[in-house]
Every structure is written in C-alpha cells, then in structure tokens.
C-alpha cells in the first residue's frame, strides 16, 4: 500500500495563498524600443532579473538577464527589446491560488511570470522569491487570533446530546468561475481546523478538496456540488456533477492526461494531475462516472484511532 504524503504548512499554504497576495508591485517594465544598454541599466539599479514588455497597456513580451548577456556578448548594445525579447509569454491571474503559478514553474521552467487580472491587464510579477517571501509572511500571521477561533469552534456542539453527532458542509460550485477557486477548499480546511484537526489531517483534506473543486469548475457544464461529512473518526468529501461525464476512469487516473477544454489549458490549468493528487492524499477513493449522466467521486480520510475530531463530535450517551 502507497504510504500517504505528509501535508507540510509551506504546502497548505500553496493551495490557500491566492497570487495577488505574494506577487510584486507596481511592474517595472520596458517597451519594444528600449535599447539594450538601457535595459541594463534598469536590470541594475532596479536588482532585478527581468522585466515585461508592454506597448501602450498591452503585454507583448518578457526579456530576461540572459537575453540581455547574450546581446552583450554579441556586442549589440544598441540593438531594441523588441528585437531580443521572448513573444511566448507565459503569465498567470491575479486570483489563481500559488499552486497554479508553482505548477506554471515547474512545466514551462520560466523564471517570472506576468500577473495579468480579470480583463487582461498586467497587475503585478511574480518570482519564486515572491512565493517563498509570500509564504513566509503567511507562516508569521494570525496564529494567536486562530487559536481563539479553534477554541469557540471546538465548543460549539457542548449543549448538544446525541448518540452520534457529526457536521456536514455543503457547497455549490459553479462551472468557469476560476476566480471563486479554491473558497470552498479553504472553508473545509478552516472548519477542521477550529474543530481540532491535526494539520497534516486537515490539509490532506483541504488539498483534496481543492482537486475536486477545480474539477467542477474546468470539466463540468453546470458546475456541480461539494459536500464535507465531518465525523469523529473520519472525513467523507463527496464531489457531484450531470456532466459530461469521463469516457475512460483508468485512463483519467493517468498523470498528464487531461480533457480540458481549449480555454482553460490557455490559462495553464489543466495538467491532468488533479485525480491523482486527490487519490496520493486520501485513504481511500471511490469514482463513479458515465458519459453524459455526469460524476460521483466520494473520498475518505480516516483518523488515528487516539484522534477525534473535537470532543463534541463523539458519541455521547
């Protein structure tokens, strides 16, 4: 039996942190017809490694201090941007969670990417010390005031008496909306916490859940339903979607392979890892699917048995 992975904070926090939260501001940038001796320039007194290149307020390209070393090397110094930069741009959203922009690293193996928001416009870049400053910063914060949240959370049911009580979370998740990625995940992650979840626990189900959120929202026509059954002894999440439905399951379970329509993989989603990282987390997982009848997915997270989720969500007498 595959071991499953321990979930480590820096981890969670990659799922959680949304880009427009860690990326740099305001852009430094350059135009087609900045000089080659002048982009030098601004690469030193700016400390940085490359810069966009817009015309008028339209992204065109990106150059780096490697385009700018072999320009020198090939003593053009007074030959343009435009001449030397890469067209193939590859950028990110402001409002994609930071795993998106990890994955963009790591597949096209860039060394900044362009933020643009929702209407195309460049907002910000971002950097992998952008990303470890970012997750830092969130490491840092807010520890003292989540403690009290987990305390009245894990109170909650105190009045309650029951043979079995347990907690269900519902929520709707609508087709194409990228910008509403990742909420429902977080609220999971943030319920188990303040019941008293152990971290590695509580972010084995968020990222899970993220997985499965983002499969509602990039292969369903009409989004779909994401529901957290929180027991003492175990976590049920349960993903359901009309459609389209996966043609093959075995194959879907392949890493890479990917039905992602057109205009997603434009964005960089997409990368067919998502079943997968769903199956590497969970104890166990159960896929149903038929072709235009749509899609069950119910996944299982089991708890030590010295574990219990809050003392209140037990069996009571």
């Not at 071991?3 to 135009?31: G, H």
């Not at 193996?109 to 195309?120: A, E, F, K, N, Q």
Request: hydrophobic share 40%; glycine share 8%; charged share 25%.
């Amino acid at each position: 039996m595959t071991a499953i992975p321990e979930i480590t904070k820096v981890q969670e926090l990659i799922y959680e942190l949304k880009i427009e939260q860690v990326m740099s501001r305001p852009v430094i940038t350059v135009t087609p017809d900045t000089r080659i001796d002048q982009l030098k320039e601004i690469l030193r007194v700016n400390r940085i490694s490359g810069v966009p290149v817009v015309q008028g307020s339209k992204l065109v390209g990106i150059i780096s201090i490697e385009d700018l070393i072999k320009a020198l090397e090939r003593g053009e110094m007074h030959s343009t941007v435009g001449e030397k930069m890469s067209r193939q741009v590859i950028t990110v959203n402001a409002h994609d969670s930071v795993v998106e922009a990890v994955k963009r690293f790591e597949e096209h193996g860039v060394g900044r990417l362009p933020v643009l928001d929702s209407s195309g416009q460049l907002v910000g870049i971002l950097t992998s010390g952008d990303i470890t400053r970012g997750l830092l910063h969130a490491i840092g914060l807010g520890y003292h005031q989540e403690e009290i949240r987990r305390y009245r959370a894990s109170h909650i049911f105190e009045d309650i008496s029951s043979d079995r009580t347990s907690l269900i979370l519902c929520y709707h998740i609508p087709a194409r909306e990228l910008q509403k990625a990742g909420e429902a995940s977080s609220k999971i992650k943030k319920a188990l916490y303040r019941l008293g979840a152990q971290p590695g626990f509580a972010r084995r189900v968020a990222i899970a859940a993220y997985e499965a959120e983002m499969n509602l929202i990039i292969h369903t026509l009409h989004g779909g339903d994401l529901i957290a059954e929180i027991h003492p002894d175990k976590v049920r999440l349960l993903a359901v979607d009309d459609g389209p439905g996966i043609p093959d399951i075995q194959q879907a379970m392949q890493p890479g392979f990917s039905t992602a329509p057109d205009w997603i993989r434009s964005l960089g989603f997409g990368a067919g890892m998502g079943l997968l990282n769903i199956k590497r987390c969970s104890d166990q997982m159960m896929l149903d699917s038929q072709v235009g009848v749509g899609t069950r997915l119910e996944v299982l997270f089991y708890l030590k048995e010295e574990a219990v989720l809050g003392e209140h969500l037990s069996s009571t007498s």
